[in-house]
Structure formats: structure tokens, C-alpha cells
């Protein structure tokens, strides 16, 4: 076609140049002269231009103007159109233009601009630049279709020559001389012409004309336009860039944009990398606010980053090689340069990460100016419910929202990454890939990344901390020096905030970075040392881990770090040589630790070298050692300190031979001289008590043995504090005996690390006696002065300190003699430990000797009230507070409980019970833990013996039971009540909750300093270990209750039941229990890494019913572990212990994913609770806050399980409570044997408040409901409101102020719910269900009647608590009036309508009477007349019931009552 043309004007040519005759004489009229061809050629074009201020050039020369431009198009024009040859001039003009373009020289000259020419000061030409001629030309309308033409058929000349001299292409020459035309005369005929030529032209030359049509066409060709090019697409890859870059500038119709971003989203995947961010950023800016969601969702979907950056990264770049042949200019559209053809595998990726950094540029800008697009972001990955299905784009785009903040975005990804996070939803492996493959990308987003982390470890919820650790290590790791000094800083601060949580993490991270980035930690080095200023708000276990984070920086191998050493050394130097005892526990650990790193061993290097320490680094050690030694002999805490500090040193590392010998040297001897004596005939010197050999195992040798030597020294140290206060000297060294336990404990470790956990040196301290008194005198105690007294109490403490170490030592040892001597001294532990209850109970006000000395000394932490029974009771142990509530602290809580229910009487125990009451008026030792010594996790393992019940003992204990160690009931109590606490300490995430202003003095990790050096999931799995020896002792508990009740007929207080035993059984049978609810609580398990140790536990639980559970899923062995776990319902002892069962069975649901699948299992079972005569041993009724506490929350758990709520309010209020109106005053219910009057309060509360939960979940009417559906939803009101009435009437018969306070409270909160949810329904199913509707306002009048009633009491009797609810009730009770009458407004009804005021009446429906209302007669109640369409009756109906509702609550002021009607 081209060609054809090209003819055609070649022919016009000729015959313009050969007729000169059609050209006559120009306007003068003059005779031509006989010209020369190119003076005719020139006549009309030549003349024409150089009249109108245009002198034609040759050679390299412009084009000279002498007018204005605007001025030459005039003139042009003009000549034209008043030529008499006009149209016909027009043709000659173009056919001379295209012979004076014919040569490429002044073809250039026309497409360059032209010079304006001033000449003789003549400077009528204003602006300096003046377009090309052709250009001139172009914007005469006359002309501009036949140059047009032209210019197009030029463009095939030059489109293969490419770049001429100066880097000039004539074809895009051409294509910009159509660029913003004032006016296009045939726009249609011009799109058609260049989309042809762009189907011939070669790809620059397309490019061009692509990304100039929305410049050169104007808009109604635009959806013509966009039509072709989307079909182009498909067809030609290599146009993607200019196509879109046309697109997006194109004025399109909302469907055809559609149409074509469905088409640019389905050619996603096969767009070269390159190309992606241009296509990226044209799908999110062609976005309508209806569609931005959809368009974002599937944009997310098919953005497959992760195969952006291929591992192997040479094949990337060899598909690179073959595109950059044929896409050299592609890639320079985006903006980066391919002049290295040779890429390497480092270049492809980097240019793989810019392309990526550029698609995330794209989507920045996109949601920075676009709200929609963040808002369909957020949502979008909101949206993904599987951590599979998350991308590393989420992660990204989530970091893009946040930096932006664009429409308050921050927030809502912090939200995001929050909710994410806490669902398991981002994993740490998808972070990880994130940073591992984009680590260039996401160097531009640090600070987002630094923030959000911040945001993260701050947080009060412990299941996102540890993501905001990984975020931290990860940008360490991933990025430059900069934002690695900005992560140590920022976790530095953290450290330095003193929020428990924020920084145990911080310091384990800034650990986990030094031992894995030494050397670049090393160069912050001096950053980490500024923390040693903040020491003051850290705990003894914080203050440790920077030591060693501060040592290993300080003393390992890197040159950097010695820096810091002189620093150290101050700083430890300082703190030993302090007074204040804290400063100086601060120099003990960290002289310590800074002794681990020094001493610890290192790597051999090279062969010559044998891995021993330099001498000059051993000298150092040596020195160090001395120096806390010699600090710590002033007092004996810091000694007990130094050994503790020491012994958990060589446990926890492995230090140099040489270190080891230097420390374990001394150590035997030392402990002989201080503490060990040989056994002579009797004991010399005088003390508060009479000295006596006890609790010696060794019998063969009692004679010439050797025993602790602990009463003379707990007498000397007495003395010598008497002396201190007269004088204060410095004698010899003194032995205190608070250094007897840490002292034994270093001696032991030693010996194990000595002799590879051999203790045959040392095994006599096990076996060995102590000089004590005879205990006997605890019973004499009113008979001891205060001095003696406390003497003895010291005494016990310092005794079962000792026991508990040496329990710790000797615990693992396997012959059965050993095993019998540990489980003997757990027994004197138990014994003991009543013995002190007793004591502790004469001696009110005594402090005991510290155990623990890595914290506050305990001056200030017990010294609360002289008797520190019940005071300390509620703060020490408050961390333990929610599942002890009634678990029995060994035998002491059992004396407790029982002084709790000291109206229990068994005639022939009684004189027993007096004296106990006496005795011990209920000092707990839960108050007193923290001066007992820790027992070691590996102590549970003497679970792993059998339980020793009451048949099995006789007199001779130990000729019976020699050949089989078992376990007595009371050592079982007091192991699983210290297993419960560690594992409450360790595996319940307490949140992270800021310290109070005024914070409490307790210290909730005082003696759990050696368990808090475990990690949370060490200590689940040692559990899951134990479970099958914990399950044993579960069924010989049951076995136990079940021969019990098989004994006694079926009741447990039969003449056979041992009160102490049962007591001691009933308390393992709980504490097992919530042990096992523990464990499968711990959140650790719902992580994904996890899930193998969960299927573990479950699989130990689903074995004892089934033989193999290998091959089970997760959901098979929650059903087996659920169904094994049911079989302990029937031989609970107590309530509290029922109630932990069923926590257990609903916790362990939760674990199958399915907890539904168990409701009916577990309402069941609530029920049958419910429904069980509770009785204690001595056959008592179970009573009691604690009794009502746990029933409180089993009848709750009932409810949460049922399947109809509103029918198991109205079983209880309609059945059970009948039945005890009617009972005598001590009996209960029949149907519900746990409601009584005592407990009906609570039943009451949870009625009412799962009556008001249940009714909130009633679906709201909507118009579209069918009749069906309403009716449905009308029943459910009738139910609910016949149910609420049911007990708003309670009120009447128990009327205590409880009863009423709960009343008047949810009334209200019932009432506004049925104003919310209720009356819409009644709006729309009025005139369908006429009969219903009534009968519901009839039952609702009556129970709001009945709450006036209620206020009105409360307000005659003024009280303040129930007063309080009044105002807020009434005006519901008001809002509820004008609420029916816009209802019958609605339906019409409204006549049927009419008010009075309701007088004040108290609770028995009395009148109170007002001054005002004294003489006042009654109120009138006027009838309004009726709708005629209403028949009789039912108006009737209407009437009453609408007259008695609404005169309830007019009353605007209580005491004002008024004859006013409506």
C-alpha cells in the first residue's frame, strides 16, 4: 500500500514540474519569462515561503524565519486560499514541499527547527525559538492532510538506517513533528496510518510511534486505539513496556480499561523481568476504587517474586543473554542500562534485585497516592488463612505500608503484622527467605524494618516477641555497618527500658549476635558496655547474661573487643569493693562470668598448639578468683553467693582443665574444716537447745562417723551477731551456716565434672547425720523464750535446706540404695516442714536465714506484718495465684482447708481439731518459698518410682519395701507441687506487662534462678518425658478413690477413710492434673517446630488405651488422649479438682483443631458435676469461697458448651430453683444437687450473664427474613424473655443485695439489647405474628415492671451499691416506652396506645409514699379510641397490655408523681 502511494506522488512531481503553463503570472499578472527548472520547481513553494519570512538553506545550513511563526502561518494561508488556482494551489504547493524534500540534506533541514534571521535591526521576529518548517506547515489545516501523508510515506526511507550523524533518527524526527498538533484534521485516518506502519516497522521505530499516539492522537480515537494495541500485545512481548506506557496515558472508558488490564494481568507470568515493574505499575494505577480489592488480590496472586531471583543464578543470566539481544531498549524504558552485555552471575542478580526494588516502587507510589490501593493491600493479605499460601510480596508489601504511611497505613500493618504473627501465620522461614534473597531491596525499608521490630519486642503479647528478635538478627546479619550499629543501639535501649520481657529478649539476641557474628559485634563492643549505667533495674538472671555477653566480647578471640577489658575490670573491681550488698552481688556474678569466658576453653588452633590457656590469661584468672574470694569473706550472703555463682558456672560451661583444677582444688577440704565433724560421745559447749545426733542413715557405723555440724553453728553465728553489735572487729575467718548448701553444691558439682558424675567421694554426706535438738520440742513451744524459738526456727530452715541439696545431688544415682536414702530424705523434708509450719506459727514476726542470694535480700520482701500468715499468703504467691486456688500446699494447705470448714464436726476427732486450731492458726509455708533452696528439675525424676499408698505399709517400713523404692503420698504432694510451680514459672507466658509505678517488692523468679537458665522448651520436653510416669500415678489415684468408694458403698466418708491420707491423695490427684494442663496450655506448642513434641505428649496419653499410636494423626490423638481423660470423671474427690479436669479435657481440644467436635462431651460432663453430692472426707457438704469460685466457673463452662443456652437457663431457673424455694433451709435442689443456698448467687450471676451473652447472638432481623425465619427468631425472643422474667421474679424471694446488684446490672444490659435486636423484629413481624408479639411485650412488661419495683427499693433504702445502677436503668426502662410506641406507630397502631405513671412500689409491691403524693388519688388511665380495621378483642388485648407497659415508666422523677396522661 505503501508503495502504491509513493507512485502516485512521484507521478503529481513530474507533472508539476513539467506544466509551468498551469502556473501563470503570480498575482502581479506579469508574463512569465522562460524560466530555469528549478527557479519554476521553486515558483509556487520557493516563492510562497520566501514571501511569507521563510529563506530556504542548502547544505548543513537551518531554514531561515524573519516573522513570527504564527505570523508565517497567516501569511501561507492566506497566499493559498486567495490564489485563483485555490484547491488546485495546494496540490502544486505539496508537490513542490516533496520535491524540495526529495534530497536528505534539506529534508533534515525542514524537520530541524529553523534560525530566526534578523537582519538590518529588523526584529520582528519575537521569540528566540522557532519550530521546524514542516511543523509551520502542519498547523495550516489546508495543508496539513496532504504533508501528513507525506511525512508517513518519508518514514519507510530511514526506518532501517537507525542513527545518523549527531544520533539524529529521522523516523523519530518524523513521528515528533505530530506531536501536539493544535487541531488533527483527520484524526481517524491518521491512527489508521500509524498502527500501519507500526505492523511493517522495525521495534525501535514501533516503539516510538506507540508511546507518541497519545500525544499525537486526540481522544475520540482513544478506545479505538487501546483496542488494537491490547491485541498487539498479546501478539508481541517485546512492546509490552511501550504499550502500557501508551495505555496508561490514554483516555479509556472504565469497562475497555478493565477489559485491558485483564489482558495485561493474564500475560503476568510471561513478562520478562525487565518489563515487570512498567506492567506492575500500570496495573495499580488503572485501578477503581470498586475493583482495587479484586485487582489487588490477583495482582498478589501472580506476582511470583520468589522466581525472580533463582538460587541457581546462572541460568537467570544466560536467559538474560538471549533477551538483551533482542530487548536492549526495553530494558532502557525502565530505566537501567544494558551496556554490560556480559553480565556475570553477580550482575544478574543485582539487576534481577533492581528490577525487583523497581516493582516495589511501582506498588509505593501506587499506595501512596491511591487510599483504595493500601486499603486493598492490607485486606488482600489479611485475607490469606494458610502460612503456606504467604509470600515473600506480604512481607514486602507490608514493609512498603509502613513506610509510607500513607492514609494512616502504618498503623494498619503494624495491625497486620501483629495479627499475623500471633496467628502463625509469617513465619520466621519466610522472613528468613525474604532477607536472604532481597537483602539490596530491603535495605532501602531499614527503618520500617527497625520500627516494626521495636514494635514487636515491646509487645505485651509473648507470642510476638520473639518475631521482633528475628527481625533484628536477621537486618544484623543481612545489612552494612550502619544499620548493624542501629540494631545493637536500638537493642541496647531495650536492655535499658527495665520491662521484664523486652529485656530478657534483648540480651538473648544481642548473646545469639556475638556468638555468631563475633567480629562484627566486636566493632560495638563499646555500644553494649554503655548497659553497665543501668545495672540498677536488671534481675540477678539479666545481670548474668550481660556479663557474658559483655565477657565473650571483652575476653574471646577477637582484637576489636579488648577494648572494653580495662573498662571491665574497673567496673568489677568497683562493685566488689561496694558496701551496698546489691552493688556487691552485681561484682560477684559478673567477676564470675568474666572468669567463664577467660578460663573457658578454647579451640586448638593449629597442631603445635595444645589448646591450653597462655599463662599470662591463667595468671589473670587467678587473680580474679582471689579477688571475690577475699571480697566475699566480709559476709556470709556474699559467700553463699560466690559458691552459687561458681557451681552454676561449672555446670552450665565448659571451662579449661586448668581453670577447673584451680577452683575444685581447695574445695573438699574446706567443706570438711567448715561444716563436717567427727562423732564423738557427746557434744561440748552450752546452746539455746540441747544438742542431738538425728536423721542418720548409716547405721552400721555410729560409732566413729561423721555428722553435720549445724546447731553449734547456727549458735555461733547468733552469738557472733550479738558480738557484732557490741564490736565491731574483724576476727578470724567465721563459718556461717548459710554457706552450708551453696558451699555443698559447688563440692558436688565439682566432684561430678571431676569424676565424670561420680559422687563415691562424697556419698557418706548423704547418709550422714546432723547435730540438732530433739523435736520433740515443738510440741513445748509456748514453754521457749522468743530467742528459742526462733533459734529452732532457724535450725528447721537451715535442716531443710540441707536435705534439699543434698536431694539435688544424689537424685540421679541408681543403686537402690541410694534411691532409698533420697527418697528417705524427702520424707524428712515432708515431716520437717510440718514441724516448721508449727513453729513458724508460735513465732510471729521471725525472718528466716536467706537461700537464694542472688536477689533483694528479703529484709524488705517479708518483713510485712508482725504474724506473716495471711499478709504474705496473697503476695508471694500471686504468679501461682489462679490454678493453686485450691490445690493443697503439702500437708499445710490441708490443715487449711480444713480450719476453713471449722464447722465441721466428727465427735471423735474433735479435741484433735481443737488443738490443731491452737497450734496452728493457718500459717502456709507458700509465703516462705523463697528461703528454701531450688530443687533441681532432675529431682522429678523420683517420680519415676512407684506411689506407696496407706495398704501397703505396716510397722516395718523398711524390712517390707527394701526391695522396691515407692514414693508416700505426702513426698508425691510436696515433688509434683514444686513441678507444678516450675512449670508454671516457665511455661505459662505471664505477658510482659510494664512495672507499676510503685512496684511490688516480691520478685516472682526469686528461687527459680537455675530453671530460668533453661529454655521453655527443654522444660516442656523433660515433661513430656515424664507424662507416662505422671500418667501411672493419675490411674492409682483414680484406683485409690475408686476402691475408696467401692469400700465405703459408694460414698467417701465411710467409717474406712483415712482423713489425712485422703486429703494427701486428693491433693496429687489435683496437682497431677493441672500439670498436665499446664503442659498442653504452654503456647510453645501451637509453633510450627513444635508439633512433633505435642504429637509426642498426645501419643503418651492415646498409648495407655491403645497399643501403638505411631501411625495417628494430630486429630486421632486428641479423640484417644480426650476419650483417656474422660475415664477420671467419676472418682474426682472435690469440685476444684473436677473443674481442672474439665480445663484439661478442653485445653487438650483445642489442640485437634477441632474443638467443636468435643462440646457435648465436655457440657455433658460440666452437668454431671453439677449434679454430684461434692462431700468432703469427714462428710461434710463442700462449701466455701473456694468451693464457690470453682463452681462458679464449672456452671460457666457448662453453659459455654451447651447447645441451647436459653433452655439450660430455664432447666435451671424453671426446675432447679423451684425445687429449693421448696427444700428446708440446709438442703439443696434435687435435679442440681450443687445448688444450694449458699450457692445460688452464683448460679444466679452466671444465668444472668450467659442469658444476656446468649441473646447479643441471636441474628438481627433483616427485611429479607421469610416468614419462617421470623417466627423462628420470635420464638427465641419469647424463650429468652419468658426466661428473664422467670429470674427478674427471683429477686422477690432472695432479695439480698448480691442478688439484687446482679439484677439491676444486667436487667439493664438485658433491656438494651432487646432494644437493639429485638424491637427491629418486632417492627417487621407485628402484623404477621400479632398474638406473639403481644404475649412477648406482656411477659416484658411484667420483669420491667418488677425492676421499677427494684429501683424503687434501693433508692428507699440508700444504698450506694445498688443506687449506683438506677439512673442508667430507668433510662432504658423510659427508652423502652417510646420504643413500643414507635413500633405501633409503624404498624398504625398507634391509637392503641396510651400512658400513665407508675407509682413507686417496693420489692412486695407496697406503695411508697411521697410528700407530694400522700393525698393524692389514683392515677387515671385514659383510652384512646381504637383503629377501626382492629377487631374488638384484639384491640382490646392491644390496649391492656400497651395501658399497662407504658404506665410504668413515665416517671420522670421517682418521688414526682403526677395525674399526667397522654
Given at each position: 500500500?505503501l ?5 502516485s506522488?512521484a ?7 513539467t506544466s509551468?503553463?498551469?502556473?501563470k503570472s ?9 524560466p530555469?527548472?528549478?527557479e519554476t520547481?521553486e ?6 515561503l ?10 548543513g545550513?537551518s ?21 485563483p ?5 495546494v ?5 513542490g514541499?516533496?520535491?524540495h524534500i526529495?534530497e536528505?540534506?534539506?529534508f533534515r533541514?525542514?524537520l530541524?527547527?529553523c534560525v530566526?534571521?534578523l537582519s ?8 528566540s ?5 514542516l ?5 495550516i ?15 519507510p ?8 550523524d549527531?544520533?539524529l533518527?529521522?523516523?523519530h ?12 484534521v483527520?484524526?481517524?485516518?491518521l491512527a ?6 507500526v ?5 525501535e ?6 508511546t507518541?499516539?497519545?500525544?499525537i492522537?486526540d481522544?475520540t480515537q482513544?478506545n479505538?486505539i487501546?483496542?488494537?494495541l491490547?491485541?498487539?500485545l ?8 511501550p504499550i502500557?506506557d501508551?495505555?496508561?496515558?490514554l ?5 475497555l480499561l478493565t477489559e ?9 507470568a510471561a ?10 505499575k ?11 480489592y479484586?485487582v489487588?488480590?490477583s495482582l498478589?496472586?501472580?506476582l511470583?517474586?520468589?522466581q525472580?531471583v533463582l538460587?541457581p ?8 543473554m538471549?533477551?538483551?539481544g533482542?530487548?536492549v ?5 525502565v530505566?537501567r ?7 556475570s ?11 525487583v526494588?523497581?516493582?516495589?516502587d ?6 501512596r497516592?491511591q487510599?483504595?490501593?493500601s486499603?486493598?493491600?492490607l ?6 488463612d ?10 514486602l508489601?507490608?514493609?512498603?505500608l509502613?513506610?509510607t ?10 495491625r497486620l503484622?501483629?495479627l499475623k ?18 537483602a539490596q ?8 524494618i527497625l520500627?516494626l ?8 503479647d509473648?507470642c510476638?516477641?520473639p518475631?521482633?528478635g528475628h527481625?533484628?538478627r536477621?537486618s544484623?546479619t ?9 540494631v545493637?543501639?536500638?537493642l541496647?535501649?531495650h536492655?535499658c ?11 538473648e539476641l ?7 557474628k563475633?567480629?562484627?559485634?566486636s ?10 549505667d543501668y545495672?540498677d ?16 566480647l ?8 579488648s577494648l572494653?577489658?580495662?573498662d ?9 569493693s561496694?558496701?551496698?550488698?546489691k552493688y ?5 556474678i559478673g567477676?564470675?562470668?568474666i572468669i567463664g569466658s577467660m578460663g573457658?576453653v578454647?579451640?586448638k588452633?593449629k597442631?603445635s598448639?595444645n589448646?591450653?590457656l ?18 566475699s569473706?566480709?559476709?556470709?550472703e556474699?559467700?553463699a ?7 552454676n ?9 586448668q ?6 582444688k581447695?574445695?573438699?577440704d ?6 563436717v ?25 555410729s560409732?566413729?562417723g ?7 553453728l ?18 578470724h ?8 548448701s551453696?558451699f ?8 561430678e565434672?571431676?569424676?565424670q ?19 520433740d520440742?515443738?510440741?513445748k ?5 522468743k530467742?528459742e524459738?526462733?533459734?529452732?526456727c532457724s535450725l ?10 543434698v ?18 530424705r524427702?520424707?524428712?523434708?515432708t515431716?520437717l516442714q510440718?514441724?516448721l509450719?508449727?513453729a ?6 521471725y525472718?528466716?536465714?536467706?537461700a537464694n ?7 524488705g520482701?517479708i518483713?510485712s506484718?508482725?504474724?506473716p500468715?495471711k499478709?504474705k ?12 486456688k ?5 500437708s499445710?494447705?490441708?490443715?487449711e482447708?480444713?480450719?476453713?470448714k ?8 474433735e ?6 486450731k491452737?497450734?496452728r492458726?493457718?500459717v ?9 533452696r531450688?530443687l ?8 519415676q ?11 516395718e517400713?523398711?524390712?517390707k519395701v527394701q526391695?522396691e ?39 516472682k523468679?526469686v ?7 533453661r ?7 523433660y ?8 500418667c ?5 489415684c483414680?484406683n485409690?478413690f475408686?476402691?475408696l ?8 466418708d465411710?467409717p474406712?477413710?483415712?482423713?489425712q ?12 492434673l ?8 504452654w ?14 505428649a ?6 495407655r488405651l ?6 495417628f494423626?494430630?486429630e486421632?490423638?486428641?479423640?484417644h ?6 475415664n ?11 473443674l481442672i ?24 460432663l460440666?452437668k ?5 453430692n ?5 462428710g461434710e457438704?463442700?462449701?466455701?469461697i473456694k468451693f464457690?469460685?470453682?463452681l ?14 436459653l433452655k439450660?437457663v430455664?432447666e ?5 430453683i ?8 440446709d438442703?439443696s ?10 450457692t ?10 450467659e442469658?444476656?451473652k446468649?441473646?447479643?447472638k441471636?441474628p438481627a432481623c433483616?427485611v429479607?427474613?421469610?416468614s419462617?425465619a ?9 424463650l429468652?424473655?419468658?426466661?428473664f422474667?422467670i ?6 424471694v432472695?432479695d439480698?443485695r448480691p442478688v ?5 446490672k ?5 433491656l ?15 402484623k ?9 411485650l406482656?411477659?416484658f ?11 424503687g ?9 445498688l443506687?449506683?445502677h438506677v439512673?442508667a436503668?430507668?433510662k432504658?426502662l ?5 420504643r413500643?410506641?414507635?413500633m ?16 413507686n ?5 407496697e ?6 403524693s ?7 388511665e ?7 380495621e382492629?377487631s374488638?378483642?384484639?384491640?382490646q388485648e392491644?390496649d391492656?397490655?400497651?395501658s ?8 420522670v ?10
Open positions: 500500500m508503495r502504491k502511494k509513493r507512485r506522488t507521478d503529481k512531481v513530474e507533472a508539476a514540474t509551468t503553463k498551469a502556473k503570480r498575482s502581479t499578472g506579469r508574463q512569465p519569462k522562460e530555469a527548472p528549478e520547481n515558483s509556487v513553494f520557493g516563492v510562497f520566501r514571501e511569507a519570512g521563510v529563506t530556504l538553506k542548502q547544505g545550513t531554514n531561515e524565519i524573519a516573522v513570527d511563526q504564527v505570523v508565517f502561518q497567516k501569511r501561507i494561508k492566506k497566499q493559498l486560499q486567495k490564489n488556482r485555490y484547491p488546485g494551489i496540490q502544486e504547493f505539496t508537490a514541499l516533496e520535491s526529495e536528505p540534506e534539506r533541514n525542514c530541524l527547527p530566526p534571521r538590518d535591526g529588523d526584529s520582528s521576529c519575537a521569540s525559538f522557532q519550530e521546524s518548517l511543523r509551520m506547515l502542519l498547523g489545516e489546508i495543508l496539513q492532510t496532504p504533508i501528513i501523508n507525506t511525512l508517513i510515506e518519508k518514514i526511507e530511514f526506518m532501517l538506517d537507525g542513527a545518523g549527531g544520533g533518527s529521522i523516523p524526527i518524523i513521528i515528533n513533528q505530530l506531536k501536539w498538533l493544535d487541531r488533527v483527520d484524526s481517524k485516518e489508521v496510518k500509524l498502527m500501519e506502519l505492523s511493517v516497522a522495525p521495534v521505530v514501533q516503539r516510538d510511534i506507540i507518541s499516539l497519545p500525544e492522537l481522544d482513544h479505538d487501546a483496542r488494537q491490547n491485541s498487539l498479546q501478539e508481541n512481548t517485546q512492546l509490552t513496556v502500557l501508551a495505555l496508561s496515558s483516555n479509556l472508558s472504565a469497562s485491558v488490564r485483564g489482558a495485561v494481568m493474564a500475560t503476568l513478562v520478562q523481568l525487565e518489563d515487570l515493574p512498567v506492567v506492575v500500570f496495573i495499580l494505577h488503572s485501578v477503581s476504587a470498586s475493583d482495587a479484586e489487588v488480590c498478589r496472586k501472580k511470583e517474586l520468589e525472580c538460587p543464578v546462572l541460568q537467570a543470566s544466560q536467559s538474560r538471549k533477551s538483551k533482542s530487548a531498549s526495553s530494558s532502557t524504558a530505566g542500562s544494558s551496556s554490560s552485555s556480559s553480565s552471575s553477580s550482575s544478574g542478580s543485582s539487576s534481577s534485585q533492581d528490577s526494588a523497581l516493582v516495589l511501582g506498588i509505593k507510589s501506587a499506595v497516592f487510599k483504595r490501593i486499603e486493598a493491600w485486606k488482600a493479605i489479611e485475607s490469606v494458610e502460612a503456606e499460601d504467604h509470600k515473600v510480596i506480604d512481607v508489601v507490608l514493609f512498603i509502613h513506610s504511611n500513607a492514609n494512616q497505613s502504618r498503623r494498619g500493618a503494624e503484622v501483629k504473627v500471633r496467628g502463625g501465620l509469617i513465619q520466621e522461614a519466610l522472613l528468613q527467605r525474604t532477607f536472604r534473597d532481597y531491596v530491603m535495605r532501602g525499608y531499614f527503618p520500617s520500627a521490630a521495636q514494635g514487636l519486642l515491646r509487645s505485651p509473648p510476638v516477641v518475631f521482633g527481625m533484628y536477621h544484623f543481612a545489612f552494612d555497618s550502619y544499620c548493624q550499629q542501629e545493637v543501639g536500638s541496647v535501649t536492655v527500658s527495665g520491662v521484664g520481657g523486652e529485656v530478657d529478649m534483648a540480651l544481642l548473646c545469639g549476635l556475638v556468638t555468631e563475633p567480629s562484627e559485634m566493632l560495638y563492643a563499646v555500644f553494649v558496655k554503655g548497659i553497665l545495672m533495674n536488671l534481675t540477678p538472671q539479666q545481670i548474668r547474661r550481660l556479663f557474658h555477653l559483655l565477657s565473650t571483652a575476653f574471646g578471640q577477637q582484637q576489636q573487643g572494653i577489658q580495662d571491665m575490670h574497673i567496673v568489677i573491681r568497683k562493685q566488689l561496694s558496701t551496698v550488698p556487691k552481688r552485681i561484682g560477684i567477676a564470675v562470668m573457658a578454647r579451640p588452633v597442631e598448639q589448646g591450653l597462655p599463662q599470662e590469661t591463667l595468671r589473670q584468672v587467678a587473680a580474679l578468683l582471689e579477688l571475690v574470694k577475699s571480697s569473706e566480709s559476709s556470709a556474699a559467700a553467693l560466690y559458691y552459687d555463682e561458681l557451681a558456672l561449672i555446670l552450665s560451661s565448659i571451662l579449661d582443665p581453670v577447673q583444677e584451680k577452683i575444685g581447695t574445695v573438699l574446706d567443706f570438711q574444716d567448715d561444716f565433724v567427727d562423732l564423738g560421745p557427746d557434744i561440748l559447749g552450752s546452746f539455746p537447745l540441747t544438742p542431738h545426733v538425728i536423721y542418720n542413715l548409716d547405721d552400721e557405723e560409732q566413729g561423721i555428722a553435720i555440724n549445724l546447731l553449734p547456727v549458735a555461733k553465728e547468733l552469738q557472733n551477731k550479738g558480738e557484732q553489735k557490741s564490736q565491731t572487729q574483724k576476727a575467718k567465721r563459718v556461717s551456716p548459710l554457706c552450708l551453696p555443698f553444691r559447688l563440692l558436688r558439682l565439682c566432684e565434672k571431676q569424676h558424675g561420680d559422687l563415691e567421694e562424697i556419698d557418706a554426706l548423704l547418709g550422714c547425720p546432723l547435730i540438732l535438738t530433739d523435736m520440742v515443738v510440741d513451744m509456748e514453754s521457749l523464750s530467742a524459738r526462733e533459734f529452732l528447721l530452715f537451715h535442716t531443710i535446706n540441707w536435705f534439699r541439696e536431694v539435688n545431688a544424689f537424685c540421679g544415682q541408681k543403686e537402690t540404695e541410694m534411691k532409698m536414702k533420697v527418697m528417705t524427702l520424707q524428712n523434708i515431716y510440718n514441724l509450719e508449727r513458724l506459727a508460735g513465732t510471729p514476726g525472718v528466716p536465714p536467706v542470694f542472688d536477689g533483694e535480700s528479703p529484709d520482701v518483713l506484718p508482725a504474724p500468715v499478709t499468703k496473697d503476695g508471694t504467691a500471686k504468679k501461682r495465684k489462679a490454678p493453686r485450691n490445690s493443697s500446699e503439702s499445710s494447705q490441708l490443715e482447708t480444713e480450719a476453713d471449722t464447722q465441721q464436726e466428727q465427735p471423735e476427732k479435741k484433735e481439731k481443737e488443738k490443731e491452737e497450734v492458726p493457718g502456709s509455708l507458700v509465703s516462705y518459698r523463697q528461703f528454701f531450688e533441681d528439675m532432675e529431682v522429678l525424676s523420683v517420680l518410682c512407684g506411689l506407696l499408698s496407706r495398704s501397703l505399709l505396716d510397722s517400713l523398711h524390712t526391695q523404692v515407692l514414693l508416700g503420698p505426702a513426698e508425691l504432694v510436696f515433688l509434683l507441687e514444686d513441678m507444678l510451680r516450675k512449670l508454671e514459672f516457665s511455661l505459662t507466658a505471664a505477658p510482659a506487662k510494664r512495672t507499676p509505678f510503685f512496684k511490688a517488692k516480691t520478685d523468679s528461687g527459680f534462678s537455675h530453671l530460668q537458665q529454655s521453655s522448651k527443654d522444660i516442656a520436653s515433661c513430656v518425658q515424664l507424662l507416662p510416669t505422671l501411672s500415678h493419675l490411674e492409682n483414680h485409690h475408686q476402691t468408694l467401692s469400700e465405703n458403698n459408694g460414698v467417701v465411710g474406712a477413710t483415712d482423713v491420707e485422703y486429703h494427701l491423695m486428693s491433693a496429687g490427684y489435683q496437682l497431677l493441672q500439670i498436665l494442663n499446664t503442659t498442653f496450655s503456647s510453645g506448642f501451637s509453633q510450627p517446630g513444635q508439633r512433633s513434641l505435642l504429637k509426642k498426645l501419643g503418651v496419653l492415646a498409648e491403645k497399643e501403638e499410636s505411631a501411625e494423626t494430630l486421632q490423638l486428641v479423640k488422649s480426650f476419650k483417656y481423660l474422660m477420671f470423671d467419676s472418682t474426682m474427690p472435690n469440685l476444684s479438682t473436677a479436669l474439665s480445663q484439661l479435657l478442653s485445653t487438650v481440644s483445642e489442640r485437634g483443631g477441632d474443638p467443636a467436635a468435643y462440646r457435648e462431651q465436655t457440657a455433658s460440666a454431671r458435676f453439677l449434679g454430684q461434692w462431700v468432703t472426707a469427714s457438704k463442700e462449701r466455701g464457690n469460685e470453682a462458679h466457673t464449672v456452671l460457666k463452662m457448662y453453659m459455654a458448651h451447651v447447645d441451647d443456652v439450660a430455664e435451671i431457673a424453671g426446675e432447679g423451684p425445687e429449693l424455694i421448696k427444700a428446708a433451709k438442703e435442689s434435687a435435679s442440681w444437687p450443687t445448688l444450694n443456698r449458699q445460688f448467687l452464683v448460679y444466679y450471676k452466671v444465668m444472668m450473664t442469658l444476656e446468649a441473646i447479643r441471636i433483616k429479607s427474613d421469610s419462617e421470623q417466627s423462628e427468631k420470635l420464638l427465641t425472643w419469647n429468652a424473655v419468658r426466661d422474667h429470674l427478674v421474679n427471683l429477686g422477690k432472695f439480698s439484687l446488684i446482679v439484677c439491676l444486667y436487667g439493664r444490659l438485658f438494651e439489647s432487646f432494644l437493639r435486636l429485638g424491637m427491629p423484629l418486632l417492627d417487621n413481624s407485628f404477621r405474628h400479632m398474638e406473639d408479639v403481644q404475649g412477648l406482656k411477659t412488661q411484667l420483669s420491667t415492671r418488677q425492676l421499677h419495683h427494684m429501683c427499693h434501693s433508692k428507699m433504702n440508700q444504698d450506694t451499691s443506687t449506683n439512673p436503668l430507668k432504658s423510659e427508652l423502652f416506652v417510646y413500643v410506641k414507635a405501633l406507630t409503624l404498624n398504625n397502631c398507634q391509637e392503641a396506645f396510651w400512658i400513665g405513671n407508675l407509682k412500689r417496693n420489692l412486695k409491691g406503695e411508697i409514699l411521697s410528700q407530694r400522700q393525698g393524692s388519688e389514683d392515677e387515671d385514659e383510652e384512646q379510641p381504637l383503629p377501626k382492629q374488638e378483642d384484639e384491640a392491644m391492656s397490655e400497651e399497662t407497659k407504658v404506665h410504668r415508666t413515665e416517671d422523677d421517682q418521688d414526682d408523681i403526677t395525674d399526667d396522661s397522654d
